[in-house]
C-alpha cells in the first residue's frame, strides 16, 4: 500500500491461521523465513503489536502476551517450576495467585513464604535451592510496597529469578526488570487496557528466558484473542495520561478518607503513616498507585452502607477502569483464602478496595461522602 494511504489506526487480524505457498513454504516457517505466522494459537500480529509496545514500555527485550493475568502466571510457573523445584513467593499476593500457588505445592512444587519488608527472609530462603521469587510492585489489595531492587539483588547473588507482578504499579511508576528483575508480569485486564473491556496478561524479560516461558503459551492454550489485544493496544496509548490522573485522584482520596468518622484505616502509599512511604518515595518518584484499601467501622454492615450510600460508584470487582470503581476484597479477590488467613493479613470485613478514575476529584469527593454518610448513619 502506498505510503500516505496507510491506515492510521492499526488494524485487526482476527485470522485463526495464515496460508503457505506450497509445502517448501510452509517448511520454511519452521527453518525461519520471513512468514512469521501460521496459527494463531502460536502468534498473531496484533499479540505481537502488542507485545511490541509493552517491551519497550518495560524496558524488556522479550514481551509474550497470554489470555489473562492469571496465564501470564501460570505461563511462568508451567516455565520454571514443577516437581521437585520450589518457589519462595510474597504472603502479600492477588488472592488468586496464593490459591494456584496451593494448587502446584498440591502437584509437587515445594512452597516457602516471606515478606517483603523482611528481605533477611529472602536471604535465608534463598540458602536453600529455588528456582523461582514472586513479589508484587504494589501489593493487592493493601498497596504494600516491595523494594525490587533490594530484593533484586539478592536473587541475583542467589542467582534465582525474581518474576514482579507490575500490575498495580504499570511500567509508568515502576520498571521492575530496571530494577533487578528478570521476568515482569502484568494483568492488561486493569490499567493496561484501561477500559474493562478485555482479559489479557503479559510477560516479558530478559530473552534468555524466553525459550523456557514462552512455549507453554501455544502448548497449553494461554493465547490471546486478536480483537482484545487491538483494544489494549489502542488503551495503552494513553496509559500514561490515565494512570497519572488516576493515582493524583487516589492521593487525594486517601488523605480525605484519613479524615472521615468511622473510617478505622486507610492505605494508599502517598499517606505519611503508610509503612512503606519513604521507601515509595526514593523507589517510586512518579507515583505508586490508583488503589486505596479503606476499612469501615462496623465491619461488613458498614461496607454494605458505603456501597449502599455511594451510588455514583459502582461495585465491580476489577480494577483499573477509567471511571472509579469499588471491590470487596475478602468476597472477591482474597475469596480462596479462610477468614482467618485474610485476618492475618489484614484483609477485613470492613475492607473495601477503591480503583480510582480519571474523573475530577470533586466528583470522587461527593460520592464518597455520600458513602460515609450512609456508613455514619447506619451505626
Ligand atoms: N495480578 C494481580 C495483582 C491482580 O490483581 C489480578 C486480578 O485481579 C491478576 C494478577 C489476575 O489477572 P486477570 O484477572 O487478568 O487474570
Redesign the pocket.
Known sequence: MNGTHRPLAPSIHPSSVFNFTDLDDLESYFTGSDQVYLYARDGHPNADDLASRLARLEHADWASITS????S?AAVFLGLLGPGRRIVASRW??G??IVLIRDLESRGTQVSWFTPDCPEDLERELEQPAHLVLV?TVS?PLVRVADIGRLGNICQTAGVPLAV?N??ATPIFARPLEMGASIV?E????LANGHSDA???LVAGHSSLKARIHPFISLYGLNSSPFDCWLTSRGLETLELRVKAAESNACQLATFLAGQQGVEAVHHPSLPGHPDHSLTVRTMPMGSCNIVAFELAGGRGGAQAFIRGCQEFTLSP??GHTGTTLSYPAGT?HRGLSASEREAEGIGPGLLRVSTGIESFEIIQAGFAKGMLAVNQAR
Not at 68 to 71: A, V
Not at 187 to 190: N, Y
Open positions: 489473562s493475568g492469571m496465564s502466571i499476593l492477588y488468586k495467585t508484587e493487592n507482578d500490575t498495580f508480569i494483568s492488561l485486564t486493569k482479559t489479557l496478561g476489577s480494577l479477590s
